[in-house]
């Protein structure tokens, strides 16, 4: 394992020190929880998020105007415990209620399920969505759903910006549903990632190999294949994420080209122009591209298409200005 | 009859057990979820271990109660709530009991079950902990009921548990993240399902 850390054990917190003194204007550090939460709270309805660590910028990055109020990190690919997100909902809460954004992993939605009842229990008024963009993954025979990914960072976008706006919980709430009933997204990944306290990569990929609709924790994907060149991976991810979705000619979405840590921009770029060409076939307009490291697994080399059908209520929200560390929107 | 003192013997050697297999339960995880599980149950159980020094009281179900907060608040992920669960809810029986006698120690378990049951919203067959869990639970008290020592019943328990965690292989898993995986879940043992067989036999081997 070569990574710039000290040790294993205290990656997180160290990690969220750093965060904290790079952006000083934007988030603070509740003391003794791993939880950021925005510098200057707006009396508003406020948006938690979390889960493990391993995905920056993902969650911290993203506590700001016109999208988060609190993030909590978890151990390193473990969802945050329920004492943690608790502390976030109680730092965040202006009294106008809480919404949780959770990415539908057992884990954080048993986890972020137990600090609502904290919270319900406190009084204070706490509703929740679960992310589960990503098709790779069945949803008719498996009770649990497919896992939420990169897609969550629309939702993060949207819902933040109606919540901005002063909108009602149920509204934020409902805006929140709606983007992740049209958002779908699928990854894949050419190497795997070493979690800094296992010390080994999560899996093993030959070199000639890659490993298609992988979660973004190095979870085993649905299969693996030889390398292929990038017109060949897009066409098989947006083949299977077209099929999830109804898009009719026309109809307007935003793309989202995320990387997994380690893989450079070029190659993002290189995916992205795969993807504005199949859309255009398609007769599909972009009406806008997002194209960077969003929701990371550590230094795996990979990335995920999500693409958001939008309609005039998403579409107007998420041009509002959005000012976080990891996303800026003017 | 497991007295207090017993009881926390026995929560430490769960500790040790999940420290000797950190590495076990950390690669079965790898095969069909994120590799943490290994690592979070082991620092889980070493919080534990370091908390009880600080309980002084005999009364089982405030060690109990301690051991279930404190895996909570440090283990994360789904181990955190389930086993959390599971221990609160045997807690709750075991309360204002200095001594837990065998007919206590049923309900605590079947307590815990239901508790994993309702908080992982799963049942057996699932390819999950409970598939190490409910044989065991059904071994241990239908060996008590024989009139076994509480040792010789954990140790059919064990043994039980032992089996269930063998047939997980088969199991296609639709709960956790191995359910992700579907069919490719196939051949990989279950690595909650192994913690709890881990679990069972630092019990019988405490009362042994």
């Known amino acids: ?330 | 009859m497991i007295t207090g003192e017993l009881l926390v013997r026995v929560l430490k050697n769960i500790g040790i057990k999940m420290n000797e297999n950190k590495q076990l339960l950390t690669e079965l995880d790898a095969a069909i979820g994120d590799a943490d599980h290994g690592i979070n149950m082991n620092k889980g159980f070493a919080a534990v271990s370091k908390k009880l020094e600080e309980v002084k009281s005999d009364d089982c179900g405030e060690i109990l109660k301690t051991t279930a907060m404190t895996l909570i608040s440090t283990v994360g992920g789904a181990s955190g709530p389930l086993y959390g669960t599971a221990f609160l809810k045997a807690s709750i029986v075991a309360k204002g009991k200095i001594e837990l006698d065998k007919k206590t120690i049923i309900k605590m378990f079947e307590e815990a079950i239901k508790g994993i049951v309702m908080r992982g919203k799963a049942q057996i067959g699932e390819k999950t902990m409970l598939d190490a869990l409910i044989p065991a639970y059904e071994a241990l008290k239908e060996s008590i009921e024989q009139g076994d020592e509480l040792s010789i019943a954990f140790n059919k328990a064990t043994y039980a548990a032992c089996e269930g965690v063998e047939k997980t292989k088969n199991i296609i898993a639709t709960k956790g993240r191995a359910s992700y995986l579907g069919e490719r879940s196939i051949g990989h043992q279950d690595p909650g399902a192994t913690s709890s067989y881990l679990m069972i036999k630092a019990i019988a081997d405490t009362l042994i």
């Open chain 1, 1 to 330: 394992m070569k990574k710039i850390i000290n040790n294993p054990e205290n990656v997180v917190n160290e990690m969220l020190e750093g965060i904290v003194k790079a952006y000083p204007e934007y988030v603070k550090r509740v003391e003794g929880f791993d939880v950021l939460v925005r510098a200057n709270l707006k009396e508003k309805v406020t948006l938690v998020s979390g889960g493990g660590s391993g995905h920056e910028p993902s969650h911290g990055g993203f506590v700001g105007e016109g999208m988060l109020d609190g993030a909590i990190a978890g151990e390193v690919f473990t969802s945050p415990t329920p004492d943690q997100v608790f502390e976030a909902i109680k730092a965040v809460d202006q009294g106008k209620g809480v919404l949780l954004v959770i990415k539908n992993y057992t884990g954080d939605v048993m986890n972020f399920e137990m600090a609502m009842e904290l919270a319900d229990a406190e009084g204070i008024k706490v509703e929740s969505v679960v992310v589960n963009d990503d098709v790779a993954v069945e949803n008719s025979t498996y009770t649990t759903g497919r896992r939420g990914i990169a897609g969550t960072i629309f939702v993060h976008k949207i819902a933040g910006a109606a919540a901005e706006k002063g909108l009602k919980l149920d509204e934020v709430k409902r805006i929140a549903e709606k983007v992740i009933k049209n958002v779908r997204s699928m990854g894949m990944a050419l190497t795997p990632c070493t979690i800094p306290a296992v010390g080994k990569p999560g899996f093993e990929l030959p070199e000639d190999e890659m490993e298609i609709g992988l979660g973004i924790h190095g979870e085993p994907g649905t299969h693996r294949d030889k390398i292929k060149n990038a017109r060949e991976i897009v066409t098989h991810l947006m083949d299977k994420i077209l099929a999830d979705i109804q898009i009719n000619e026309n109809e307007e979405v935003v793309v989202l080209v995320n990387g997994l840590g380690g893989t450079p921009l070029m190659e993002l770029y290189i995916a992205n122009n795969e993807v504005d060409k199949i859309l255009k076939e398609k007769g599909i307009k972009t009406y806008k591209t997002i194209v960077g490291n969003y929701m990371t697994s550590i230094e795996m080399a990979g990335f995920s298409i999500s693409i958001l059908k939008l309609d005039d209520e998403l579409k107007e929200l998420l041009d509002e200005k959005a000012d976080t560390p990891a996303f800026k929107q003017i």
